[in-house]
């Protein structure tokens, strides 16, 4: 069902390209008094990957010359900002001379308030063309986002995500092509200073070009509640239910989860808690309890950064009997940018979690993860940036025949130049490190080095150049390349 992107680069040609142009052109009169900037790019990259199919033996490998002319065009104004870019581009192989093709990229994102209470954002990415060749991921994507507020303490919020992807399954190591839809919508209502409640429903549906048991539908439905006896004491819970069928088998997951939290407020950032989580799921052969204590704290420096650490462990029940335990679990949520200089800063983040796993391995079950990265980033001179990265990842899949774990680590470095003002040099170089106990994949380690130059007329014009820690995760974290 894919009615968002085109499926060949000549329908991108012939469609696409002219929509966009006519859509540039008559905005025109529209943002008479907007910011408007159109402005050619010009690239150059040299790519070396000494494992380019990772894998454990016979590795090949591949130099990748990439020529690029690219276009971006900005309009930004009060109550509407949109940026495009479009960008073909000839890659030439060194060793796999039948890939050598020219490729387009296109992509586009808004923001627009049509109302005094509401604020829509869309967007698409096209990454290229539709070939599914084996070693090379590509994700199309189209989504749009929205805000009502429907009183002052109250808002809506709803969304649909569309992609059409190709790319490595954790759970085979094999290439396959799926395509994603994802609905979600919500409701935020505040009823005190520090006392609100949220209730969110997300309906989602991954469906593969040939059946797969990693294929499935599923629904979920979600509560939280916070409240606050004293200005210093209070509890907050969460509720929720997912429902997840697979696809090409009669298999399916139910799970049903919450907590309870009691807080205790040290100091106007710095907060700490007791909480108890019980989770119950079942499948079609077993059911499964998870009891979690823990004891942690909260510091929130700010409304998207902190530090929330919790100690506790996980008394595993199972029908079988075969495979209870108790696990030692460490609770993480953090996301923090330390800025020891105007020349230096330390971008950190990092998650654990329990859950039935999805997205690349949705039929391996219920996982535990532990998932952290980090970037430094130090000016050297005026126009010479330096900047390191180091990414971890481990997957503890209970529900499989043999317990699997798959552990996975990205080492990386950078260093960025601007001789002159038109003109930027980039060279990095990233190692990455896999292990896995599954007997469906092979370990495999990698090493790439990448040299980028760009020509720009003039800095271009852009949505938001604020740091986030999605655009920080989507850096650290891109395992399977």
């Known amino acids: 069902m894919n009615f968002f992107l085109p499926r060949h680069n000549t329908v991108v040609c012939r469609v696409i390209l002219p929509i966009l142009t006519a859509l540039l052109i008559a905005a025109g009169p529209v943002y008479a008094r907007a910011v408007f900037q159109v402005m050619p790019v010009l690239s150059f990259t040299q790519e070396y990957q000494d494992n380019f199919f990772s894998t454990r033996t016979n590795k090949q490998e591949e130099f990748i010359t990439t020529y690029a002319l690219g276009f971006s065009a900005g309009f930004l104004e009060k109550k509407h900002r949109l940026y495009l870019s479009y960008s073909p581009e000839y890659k030439d192989y060194k060793n796999l001379d039948e890939r050598d093709r020219i490729s387009h990229f296109v ?115 979600a509560g939280y509640i916070s409240y606050w006896f004293t200005p210093k004491h209070g509890m907050d819970t969460n509720l929720s239910y997912e429902d997840r069928e697979f696809d090409d088998t009669l298999d399916y997951t139910r799970t049903l989860s919450g907590d309870v939290r009691f807080i205790k407020t040290v100091s106007k950032t710095f907060d700490t808690y007791v909480k108890y989580r019980h989770s119950y799921s079942e499948t079609q052969d077993l059911t499964h309890h998870v009891f979690h204590p823990s004891v942690g704290f909260d510091w929130q420096v700010t409304e998207d950064a902190g530090i929330s650490l919790g100690a506790g462990a996980l008394f595993h029940d199972w029908s079988s009997n075969a495979g209870d335990s108790v696990d030692p679990f460490l609770d993480i949520n953090a996301y923090k940018i330390l800025r020891f200089s105007p020349r230096t800063s330390l971008s950190l983040t990092g998650t654990s979690g329990y859950a039935a796993a999805g997205d690349q391995a949705a039929s391996l079950g219920f996982t535990t993860y532990y998932q952290a990265g980090a970037q430094l980033h130090h000016h050297l001179f005026k126009q010479v940036t330096s900047s390191f990265s180091a990414a971890f990842r481990r997957d503890e899949y209970q529900e499989t025949e043999a317990d699997r774990e798959d552990t996975r680590v990205i080492l990386g470095a950078g260093l960025s130049w ?61 395992w399977e390349r």
């Open 107 to 221: 992509q586009l994102d808004g923001e627009i308030t049509p109302t005094r209470h509401t604020d829509l954002t869309y967007g698409l990415v096209y990454e290229g063309d539709s070939d599914n060749l084996e070693g090379e991921s590509r994700n199309h994507k189209a989504f749009f986002s929205g805000t009502t507020r429907a009183e002052k303490s109250t808002r809506l919020t709803y969304g649909h995500q569309y992609t059409d992807r190709f790319d490595r399954q954790s759970r085979t190591g094999d290439y396959k092509e799926h395509t994603r839809n994802t609905t979600r919508a919500g409701v935020f209502h505040r009823y005190g200073p520090k006392n609100h409640m949220r209730v969110t429903f997300l309906y989602e549906f991954d469906v593969y070009d040939t059946p797969d048991p990693d294929a499935y539908a599923r629904y979920q439905p």
């Open 418 to 478: 601007q001789p002159l003002k038109w003109l930027y040099l980039d060279l990095s170089y990233a190692f990455t490190d896999f292990n896995t106990t599954g007997a469906f994949r092979e370990d495999y380690t990698d090493n790439r080095l990448f040299l980028k130059v760009d020509m720009v007329p003039e800095t271009p014009v852009t949505m938001s150049a604020d740091p986030s820690r999605q655009a920080l995760e989507d850096r650290l974290f891109r």
